[in-house]
């Protein structure tokens, strides 16, 4: 029955009228939480169902999301809602799994590395072990797969590899005859992540050709250079794809532009989770507007209140002083400082206050 | 006032920062359970409430489910709705308890609540003219405001406040007195008219009209059983909050005053205009801690609970800096509240020649 509530605008309304609030299903979900933590009705659960070794530092967390997810294409992502000391954190994770693996046992794989400094990716490591019960997004982004068969090829770096496991074995699945070639970058052997599933596709399906570049182990030729394209046959005829870290994005994006390939064949997913800015880092940085959708740049410690002032917007405020909470909104992505702790807050999507929140680095607000 | 120099301002400013920090520093999971916890009961009483209320024609049962769903209202706006408003949970970044959209089971808006409450009353707390919850501009309190025989009336209008004061609440943005005086006009607050009466008709819909046809048969069982429930939590959180403010020796202060405060000014402002009521564990839960309302108007975003905790300290530097640390029993400081209300009934020169002797 409270699956109808959100969707009958009737129950909805009669819902809104007892419950005091626009999402009247999820007023028992304290009461369903403690009796079966997968019927809440507040975000979409999935329970973990397994968690397995990778490569160093990775893991693999295999979720099982209740049927009101919607699934997901080959190459998308989710965000991952966990409760860690208390505070809800969001982080986003693209799937590594399949859309059939999906279909066929209800599962999908997250392929995790603990990020340096990283909050969350660590907690997940230490804390999480199968069991828990946690929330989810319905998928997004557009790193699709091509509509139909062409010849592909995909550069990944690092952890940028996951979207990529879940283009191959889909296409491996298809059983597509055009020739895949992937040029992966990992700093060295024990570092491969999804070195099973890659090399088992590699030894089934005829079509791929997998090479991989051990950037720090000796001997081996280090970044990525024009010697590894001349392999590729028929480069200008291919769909290319690029995920991985900052720095691997921009050097490949410069090799395939000196060897001629139009900017039109490469699709780009900016792979980079949110990382938690270096304490030295100075205050000040462009604040982006979410709603408005307009950027600003801020120097010094002037509070996001200000610059959301100064950029002719009118949010909410009180006190001006942190104590009333009336200028409370949602901050997107970024660090903000704290004017009157001077403590550094998380990267993730999290309420603060304006009047004394200064941004550090790049923040989206929602406003 | 107590008055302090500019360096004891400062002082005494940083103390209670360090308490603040300290206190912040460890706000985790401890907090985030006890609130879970706490909205977990409050779905239990008012569950279990609602389905006993139609059996209330048994007379034990009636007392139940009365108790059940008065407690659940009460721990619904005092213990989650006013803390979650007030950012205390806001760390918790849990949509459902964000203090800018939390909206409670009580007439009074969210969105009124936190112009009227969070910024005006904790920011001009007790300055006569700008803080409008003292006296509710209904009351008179203090020598501030002139005498009138009206006045000789505010004990019946203060009993109507208390058995209504949801609505009261509810329309205190309205500033009648100042509509009835022509400072504003009606037209300025259709807004406000029309939330009003959205959410109050939400309110009543729900208590008086949906509950009881549901249970058609027994409905003037189950109307009583949720008229008793809302007088009740009227009745508590109307005395809980003037404890907080109106007792004999909370301060009170001028606009002039407060020109160019400082922090170490606003501190000592919210410590001596502000009282405390000592209680067991569940007078502070079902009191949304405001019986320790001085411990809330210095720290109003640290959870609650933790009022409790660190009382002691904050007692503490009242003492070092010479401010009294008003609190009493419940019985007591509710007295001087209406003691308070009964002198300030009466014209100076009778009041002063009453409380003389008294003083002496």
Redesign the interface.
Known sequence: MLSTVNTRAPLRW?G???F??D?PG??????LA?LNPMWVR?FVPARLVEVTDEARDTRSFHLRPSPRWRGFNAGQHINVIV?A??????RTFTIASTPRQWASDGTVTLTIKRLAGGRITNWMHDNLCGGEVMGVSQAFGDFNLPETDRPLLYIAGGSGITPVLSHLATLADRDVRAPVTLLYYVRSQADIIGAGVLYALAARWPALTLKIFKTEEEGEPALMNEAHLDSVTGLDARQIYLCGPKGLMTLAADVLNRAGVAESQIQTTFFSAPFAVAADTPLGGAVTFGKTDKTVESEGDAPLLEIAEAAELKP?Y??R??????C??RKNSGTVVNR??G?ASGPG???I?LCISVPQGPVTVDL | MKQLNEQQLNELAEDL?AIH?EV??D???????YI?RM??LH??LE?GGRAMMPFGFIPPVFAAAVGSLSIAKIIENMEIGHNV???QY???????L???TY???TVCTGDSW??TH??EH??FTNVIGKDRDYGYALLRLSDDNKWNPLHLFQFANYALLSVFFQWGVGLHELEFERVRRREIKLSEKAGLLKDFFRKGG?QA??DYL?FPLLTFPVFPIVLAGNVSANLIRNLWSSSVIFCGHFTEDAETFTEASIENET?GHWYLRQLTGSSNFTGSKWVHILSGHLSHQIEHHVF??IPAHRYREIAPRVEAICHKYGIKYNTGSFGRQYWTVLKRIGQFSLPDRVRTRLSAPAAA
Request: with cysteine; aromatic share 8%; proline share 3%.
């Open positions: 009669l809104k009228q007892l005091n609030r999402d999820a007023f028992f979900d304290p009461l403690a507040g409760e000391d208390g505070v809800r954190h969001h909410a009180g006190c002083m942190g104590i009333c909470h009336q409370s909104c009157l702790t403590k999507e999290e309420t206050q | 920062d920090d912040m520093a706000v985790g999971e401890r907090d985030a359970k879970r909205i977990r779905r239990t569950v408003m007030h950012g806001d760390w918790m970044n849990d949509p459902s964000h203090s800018q909206e409670w089971d936190r112009r969070n910024y904790h920011t939400r819909f729900k949906f922090r109003p975003d």
